[in-house]
């Protein structure tokens, strides 16, 4: 089994907003979220290196804002406004995704982050 097969072998959820609805008041608002089960992919660190970049925001509070890659087989459908969970996790695509179809390891990628704390 190859190095990337193993890395990507974890199955995801992409929450996207759903459509909009009009609430009580006529105003348009997102509708309740579209879950898509994503299988053979994963969330991990920039340039296959073990380690990722994390800061932490020094203003009196524990705030942690860690930043990873979204993985995905070629064909994944990722928006900007997409969230990944991942269990507990609840990362944030950031940007638009990238698509690498001519190597021998095709794949979409989109840069993700988590804050917590």
Known sequence: MSLIAQLMSETLIIERPGPRVRDSTGSYIPGPPVLITVTNCAIMSPYGVTVGSS???????????????????????????????????????????????????????????????
């Open 55 to 117: 800061s932490e925001t020094q203003d009196a509070s524990m705030t942690v804002e860690t930043r990873r890659i979204f993985a995905a087989p070629l064909g994944t459908d990722v928006r900007p406004a997409d969230r990944i969970l991942r269990e507990a996790e609840k990362w944030e695509v950031v940007g638009e995704p990238l698509i690498f179809p001519l190597t021998s390891l095709a794949r979409v990628e989109a840069s993700v982050k988590r804050v917590t704390g």
